[in-house]
Structure formats: structure tokens, C-alpha cells
């Protein structure tokens, strides 16, 4: 026993990084518009116009005079929409990763190059730009009759390394005496425990807990004892909080997932179904010769009721999870089911857990 309990202190530990977020340091993303060149025949069709007007206005640039009323037909260009993500505290001249999606009636990218397209933040300045040929996992064949086979998403493509910055977005993180933290969970006991894990190394008021979501820390104001600074939080072993206890309801998958903390107070619960069947017979009546009358058709119903015989059962006290699952899978109850008796579960009080529907 004496050995067992330091490891489970251990084990309910986390590195401080896994827990919080450091305000000023985060993604950016950009996006942008654009030709993809070079498809055989895979493009957009003629009656998607800003594709052609796209390229006359392209040709333009190049000096090439189009009528203004022109409708090119090409087969092989298609317009698409490009975006990307600029990693935190990135410098000019990194290169990006880009994601190529068609926004016409292309039928496939396959093959296909992007021309050079400016990649916009959400300030309307120009961060980077993109070209570079696609790399498309899913493939489309058609034949002459109409029948058609698509495998995976040909529409959608990806150039590595496809996209250069042209210039760094600003950051806070080296502007501020103090250094925020933002908790990914927001938790007044991981909140204190990040402050005195911090005070207990680095000496006392060098971090200030704000709220359950917001922890201040006292960092040096050379950018270089700044990063030894972070260096070393990050390598700080922190005791996160007790999380809530949740159900999650996926209504259009039918997934249930609980948690390993759930727990169901005292309860009889019995769980049946029941099915009423109607079935409709015509049955044709015909009167017999000379008799004047008119053949009609009429309906013969037959209904059927059945309701399936489901024991009562009672949960203890304190039941888990395991029987829980044991004691609904014993129902035969599909996911469906296992939704309504736990909703009604909460509706008596009798579970302890946080019911989430997706």
C-alpha cells in the first residue's frame, strides 16, 4: 500500500501544456480563391460562369483582349476554394500546408494545378500565396450509359508545402509583463492547482489564478528568459480537477457514450415494447350472373397486438458503469432505448451525470 499510493498520485497528474492554452500563442487560418489547371476534361461546366469570367480576367493580367460577352467553354479549368493554417508565432517564408476544395461542378481535381492565389486572413490582408500541383485521394469513372463510379472525395485535394508566407501575424505574447493562461476545462480546481504548482516553483505571487478559466503568471520581459521561462512550465506536473460526468447522445449516429464516473443512484427500472401490426387484404366482391350489381373491391383488416414481457429490475446504490452497460445489454435494448431509460433516469433524479445531446 505504501508503495501503490505514489504511483496513483502519479498517474492523476498532467504536464501543465495539456491543460491550458497560452493566450497569444494560436493558429490562424486563411483562405482564398482560385483556378486549378490542367484537368482532362474534368472541369467545370460552361454554365458555372464565374469560372470562365475568372479567366478572363486572368488572361487580362496577361494581355490577352476577350470579348467581355465571351462564354469560353473549358473543360479543363475548374474554380475552387483554398484554405490554410498559419502556425503560432510563424515567420515569413514558412511554407504551409494547403486544402484544395472545388466549389463548381467539377467531377475531379485529379491531375490537376493550382495557379498562384493570394490566401486572405479575416482582416482582408494577404498572409500567403499558393500554387503547386494537387495531390487527390479519391478517383470518378463514367461510362457512355449514364453509370458512374466515385471512390472517396475527387472534388478535394491538398498540396504539401503548397503555399509560402509572406508575412508574420502579430502575437502578444512578448508585449505583456504577464503571461496568460486559458484552462481548455474550466475548473476552479485546476485553476488553483496550476497556481500553486507554479508559486511552489518559482516562488510565491509569480502566478495568480484570475477565475476557473483564466490564470496569470509573472514571466521576465527578455523574450529569451521568456522562452527558458515557458521551457520550464511546461515540464510542471499538474493535478487537474474532478470533470463532470457526462453522458453524450449522438441522435443521428445512435452512439451512446458514458463516462467512467457515472454513476446511478437507487432504481426500478423495466423496459417493454409494444407493437401493433394492422395488415390491409383486399378481397374482391362479385355478384353472381344477372343479379345487377357491380363487382367492388373491399378491404379485410386483421390487427394484431403484441407487447413483449420485460422483468423489472432494481440498481443499487452507487451502481457503475460496467453494470449499467451489463444490466441494459441484458434488455436487449438498442441504442435508441438505452437513450430513453437513461433520460428517464435523470428525470428521476436518479443519475448522476450530465446528459449531452450532439
Same mark, same amino acid.
Given at each position: 500500500?505504501?508503495?501503490?499510493?505514489?504511483?496513483?498520485?502519479?498517474?492523476?497528474?498532467?504536464?501543465?501544456?495539456?491543460?491550458?492554452?497560452?493566450?497569444?500563442?494560436?493558429? !490562424?487560418?486563411? %483562405? +482564398?480563391?482560385?483556378?486549378?489547371? #490542367?484537368?482532362? =476534361? /474534368?472541369?467545370?461546366?460552361?454554365? *458555372?460562369?464565374?469560372?470562365?469570367?475568372?479567366?478572363?480576367?486572368?488572361?487580362?493580367?496577361?494581355?490577352?483582349?476577350?470579348?467581355?460577352?465571351?462564354?469560353?467553354?473549358?473543360?479543363?479549368?475548374?474554380?475552387?476554394?483554398?484554405?490554410?493554417?498559419?502556425?503560432?508565432?510563424?515567420?515569413?517564408?514558412?511554407?504551409?500546408?494547403?486544402?484544395?476544395?472545388?466549389?463548381?461542378?467539377?467531377?475531379?481535381?485529379?491531375?490537376?494545378?493550382?495557379?498562384?492565389?493570394?490566401?486572405?486572413?479575416?482582416?482582408?490582408?494577404?498572409?500567403?500565396?499558393?500554387?503547386? !500541383?494537387?495531390? %487527390? +485521394?479519391?478517383?470518378?469513372?463514367? #461510362?457512355?450509359? =449514364? /453509370?458512374?463510379?466515385?471512390?472517396? *472525395?475527387?472534388?478535394?485535394?491538398?498540396?504539401?508545402?503548397?503555399?509560402?508566407?509572406?508575412?508574420?501575424?502579430?502575437?502578444?505574447?512578448?508585449?505583456?509583463?504577464?503571461?496568460?493562461?486559458?484552462?481548455?476545462?474550466?475548473?476552479?480546481?485546476?485553476?488553483?492547482?496550476?497556481?500553486?504548482?507554479?508559486?511552489?516553483?518559482?516562488?510565491?505571487?509569480?502566478?495568480?489564478?484570475?477565475?476557473?478559466?483564466?490564470?496569470?503568471?509573472?514571466?521576465?520581459?527578455?523574450?529569451?528568459?521568456?522562452?527558458?521561462?515557458?521551457?520550464?512550465?511546461?515540464?510542471?506536473?499538474?493535478?487537474?480537477?474532478?470533470?463532470?460526468?457526462?453522458?453524450?447522445?449522438?441522435?443521428?449516429?445512435?452512439?451512446?457514450?458514458?463516462?467512467?464516473?457515472?454513476?446511478?443512484?437507487?432504481?426500478?427500472?423495466?423496459?417493454?415494447?409494444?407493437?401493433?401490426?394492422?395488415?390491409?387484404?383486399?378481397?374482391?366482391?362479385?355478384?353472381?350472373?344477372?343479379?345487377?350489381?357491380?363487382?367492388?373491391?373491399?378491404?379485410?383488416?386483421?390487427?394484431?397486438?403484441?407487447?413483449?414481457?420485460?422483468?423489472?429490475?432494481?440498481?443499487?446504490?452507487?451502481?457503475?458503469?460496467?453494470?449499467?452497460?451489463?444490466?441494459?445489454?441484458?434488455?436487449?435494448?438498442?441504442?435508441?432505448?438505452?437513450?430513453?431509460?437513461?433520460?428517464?433516469?435523470?428525470?428521476?433524479?436518479?443519475?448522476?451525470?450530465?446528459?449531452?445531446?450532439?
Amino acid at each position: 500500500m505504501m508503495l501503490a499510493l505514489p504511483v496513483s498520485a502519479e498517474l492523476q497528474t498532467r504536464q501543465m501544456m495539456d491543460l491550458v492554452d497560452v493566450q497569444g500563442i494560436r493558429d !490562424n487560418q486563411l %483562405v +482564398g480563391y482560385g483556378l486549378v489547371v #490542367g484537368l482532362t =476534361g /474534368t472541369g467545370d461546366k460552361s454554365q *458555372v460562369k464565374f469560372t470562365s469570367q475568372s479567366v478572363v480576367n486572368m488572361l487580362k493580367q496577361f494581355g490577352v483582349q476577350l470579348d467581355s460577352n465571351s462564354n469560353p467553354k473549358l473543360k479543363n479549368v475548374a474554380a475552387v476554394a483554398i484554405h490554410a493554417t498559419i502556425p503560432p508565432l510563424a515567420s515569413p517564408g514558412q511554407q504551409l500546408d494547403v486544402t484544395v476544395s472545388s466549389i463548381g461542378d467539377a467531377k475531379s481535381l485529379r491531375g490537376g494545378t493550382l495557379l498562384l492565389t493570394p490566401l486572405k486572413g479575416v482582416d482582408g490582408e494577404v498572409y500567403a500565396v499558393a500554387q503547386g !500541383n494537387l495531390v %487527390v +485521394g479519391g478517383i470518378s469513372a463514367e #461510362g457512355r450509359n =449514364g /453509370t458512374s463510379v466515385t471512390v472517396n *472525395v475527387p472534388t478535394v485535394g491538398t498540396i504539401p508545402n503548397g503555399a509560402l508566407l509572406e508575412q508574420s501575424i502579430p502575437s502578444t505574447f512578448g508585449a505583456n509583463s504577464d503571461i496568460v493562461l486559458n484552462l481548455k476545462r474550466q475548473s476552479f480546481k485546476t485553476a488553483r492547482n496550476v497556481e500553486r504548482a507554479i508559486n511552489d516553483t518559482f516562488g510565491p505571487d509569480v502566478a495568480r489564478a484570475q477565475s476557473n478559466a483564466k490564470v496569470l503568471v509573472h514571466a521576465p520581459q527578455d523574450l529569451r528568459q521568456r522562452v527558458t521561462f515557458m521551457s520550464m512550465l511546461e515540464e510542471l506536473e499538474v493535478q487537474p480537477g474532478r470533470r463532470p460526468a457526462r453522458v453524450v447522445f449522438n441522435s443521428r449516429t445512435g452512439t451512446v457514450v458514458m463516462g467512467a464516473d457515472v454513476k446511478v443512484h437507487k432504481a426500478a427500472v423495466s423496459h417493454g415494447h409494444l407493437t401493433v401490426a394492422i395488415t390491409e387484404q383486399p378481397v374482391v366482391s362479385q355478384p353472381g350472373a344477372f343479379a345487377g350489381g357491380q363487382t367492388t373491391v373491399t378491404s379485410n383488416s386483421s390487427i394484431d397486438i403484441s407487447q413483449e414481457q420485460k422483468p423489472m429490475f432494481v440498481w443499487p446504490e452507487g451502481t457503475s458503469l460496467e453494470t449499467i452497460v451489463k444490466a441494459v445489454n441484458s434488455l436487449g435494448a438498442a441504442p435508441a432505448d438505452l437513450m430513453a431509460i437513461l433520460q428517464a433516469l435523470d428525470e428521476a433524479g436518479a443519475l448522476d451525470a450530465e446528459l449531452v445531446v450532439m
